[in-house]
């Protein structure tokens, strides 16, 4: 019996039957799940499918993110809990965030691509050797 396949994105055995592809850096691409297939459709609709050209690793399975976790994280929207990390000069805020678990330059382009596309971000940049944003 032949090796399952490796999901293009994070590199777990895609499923005998699977029917979760993307078509990334030209070529229809095998994922194991909708959560695989959604962050990759996502990577490329953005304009970032380089990642997958500078990555060293897989990404991580995004399955694993617990679902109340954009609940949570809604929190830091308010600016009684932003007050005490988010510095304000003129119409400008700066904040510097703690990014752990990146060890991987492709995935630190993709942040700093990402948050560069956000209306209301002007610069984003990430130093992999103290992990800080």
């Given at each position: 019996m032949p090796a399952p396949t490796p999901c293009f994105h994070c590199g777990l055995p895609v499923p005998a039957g699977s029917h979760?592809?993307?078509e990334v850096l030209g070529q229809t691409r095998e994922m194991c799940c909708p959560g695989c297939q959604a962050v990759a459709e996502a990577?490329?609709?953005?304009?970032?499918?380089?990642?997958?050209?500078?990555r060293s690793e897989n990404s991580a399975n995004p399955q694993a993110l617990p679902q109340a976790l954009p609940d949570e994280l809604a929190l830091y929207d308010r600016s009684d809990?932003?007050?005490?990390?988010?510095?304000?000069?003129?119409?400008?805020?700066?904040?510097q965030l703690l990014i752990e678990g990146i060890?991987?330059?492709?995935?630190?382009?993709?942040?700093e691509k990402h948050l560069r596309g956000v209306p209301g971000v002007?610069?984003?940049?990430?130093?992999?050797?103290?992990?800080?944003?």
């Open positions: 979760f592809r993307a990577i490329v609709a953005g304009g970032l499918e380089h990642y997958y050209s500078h809990v932003q007050r005490p990390f988010v510095q304000h000069e003129g119409e400008l805020s700066e904040t060890s991987c330059a492709a995935c630190g382009w993709l942040i002007a610069e984003a940049h990430l130093n992999l050797s103290n992990h800080r944003l």
